[in-house]
């Protein structure tokens, strides 16, 4: 009675189209509202004590440095570096904007942030180039995804204070499989553009023109040395590093590039203020549901349900995956992670999966979500960017789905891609 009116009120209310986090709350107040399973006042003091937690102090900071480095002249610093390494090949553009995507996610840990910041420059310039719109805005939608794979990342720090394991490790072990995605997305960018015609520029590669762009992006290259350094140097905590992050995206906006003002603060303060009550309204009630989930013991009965089915970890592990790419298509990545995570890690550890590498494939998973309908964060935003349509959108990020669905089979099924610099 308490799983079906939990799961059917949440149900009917996303169909309605109310917010993920409020439709997490109102599920929960009617379940126990009409089962009387726990008191009502429960909610109250878990939206409470479920964000008052050191680790999660390092998402608003993070929202904040992500801001603060999108409007600070980064972005196009970071694309010329890139454009200077590739620039001059088949699809160099392209290329070049997936490049930058990899340098702006060491930076931002958000995918729809490194969208808004490196869409809004390069489709417009990608688009002048020759490129068609909607190719330009799904490879800038795919690669935001690399927002939340390369660290740090903000779903890493919920999975790391949900399922009990390292953030520090988690950031480490995300590298190597963002830039296995990475490297998938170029790959198909080049053979496309080859097929339609998308040559480079007439620059060649000099290591001048490089250690120019190097050295014009130096404060921008040394943020995620920083933060990445910091943590596995054990000089600071992920929180710390994401103070840190922050401070230093003020130095290098306002003092460094100059190219962020005073008067621009109260707008990043007021947008990274909204996005982050967003994100901890959904921690919060998705917690709740969590534990409402908890208590009718339904992790335990899905475990079972799931080690019924077959004793092969592959076949374990494929429907797990399955089931995280569709939870992704209709559920937002931080709610999804904070349900699932004590459903699944179990599942996991039962079948001989490494914690760390498991936390890697579900952040991989549910990042696939940022390009698939209906909920598809990334899509709205280069919708947003482009002008164009989401169904349009929807049509042109089918390759690029296949691609990131082909580099997550490599990274669930080969563990040393996660766990090498932690053995």
């Not at 599920?27 to 937690?53: G, M």
């Not at 992500?66 to 590739?86: C, H, P, Q, W």
Request: proline fraction near 5%; glycine fraction near 10%.
């Amino acid at each position: 009675m308490t799983a079906t009116l939990l799961f059917g009120s949440f149900t009917v209310l996303l169909l309605i189209s109310v917010p993920i986090g409020i439709a997490l709350g109102v599920a929960s107040l009617l379940t126990l509202i009409f089962t009387n399973t726990l008191p009502v006042e429960y909610i109250a003091q878990t939206l409470i004590t479920s964000v008052d937690s050191f680790p999660i102090m390092a998402v608003p900071f993070f929202i904040l440095a992500a801001e603060i480095m999108g409007k600070g002249g980064i972005s196009n610093r970071l694309f010329n570096l890139a454009n200077t390494l590739v620039g001059n090949k088949t699809g160099g553009f392209a290329m070049a904007t997936i490049i930058t995507c990899m340098f702006f996610a060491a930076i931002s840990g958000s995918g729809p942030a490194t969208v808004a910041a490196i869409g809004g420059i390069m489709i417009p310039s990608m688009v002048k180039m020759g490129y068609d719109k909607k190719f330009a805005t799904a490879l800038v939608a795919a690669a935001g995804s690399l927002g939340v794979i390369i660290p740090p990342s903000i779903p890493m720090v919920i999975y790391g204070v949900v399922g009990g394991a390292s953030v520090g490790d988690l950031f480490v072990a995300g590298i190597i499989p963002g830039c296995i995605v990475a490297a998938g997305l170029m790959i198909y960018s080049y053979f496309y553009s080859k097929k339609m015609g998308y040559r480079g520029t007439d620059e060649k590669f000099t290591f001048k023109r490089f250690y120019e762009a190097a050295w014009d992006a130096k404060w921008a290259l040394l943020i995620p040395i920083i933060i990445i350094g910091g943590i596995y140097g054990g000089i600071f905590t992920p929180t710390e590093a994401a103070a840190v992050a922050v401070v230093y995206g003020l130095i290098a906006g306002l003092l460094l590039y100059r190219e962020l003002k005073i008067k621009d603060l109260p707008k990043v303060f007021a947008d990274s203020a909204l996005t982050t009550a967003t994100v901890l309204i959904i921690v919060g009630a998705a917690t709740v549901f969590g534990r409402l989930l908890t208590v009718e013991q339904i992790p335990t009965k899905v475990a079972n349900a799931m080690l019924s089915i077959s004793e092969s970890p592959i076949i374990i592990i494929m429907l797990i995956s399955l089931l995280l790419l569709i939870v992704g298509c209709f559920m937002d990545t931080l709610a999804a992670i904070i349900i699932l995570t004590p459903i699944l890690l179990p599942i996991a550890k039962e079948i001989g999966y490494d914690p760390i590498h498991f936390g890697i494939i579900m952040v991989a998973n549910l990042a696939i979500g940022f390009i698939t309908p209906p909920l598809g964060v990334n899509l709205f935003v280069g919708s947003g960017i482009s002008g164009l349509s989401i169904e349009s959108i929807s049509k042109a990020i089918v390759p690029f789905f296949l691609v990131m669905i082909g580099t997550l089979l490599i990274i669930v099924f080969i563990p040393q891609i996660s766990l090498m610099f932690l053995e």
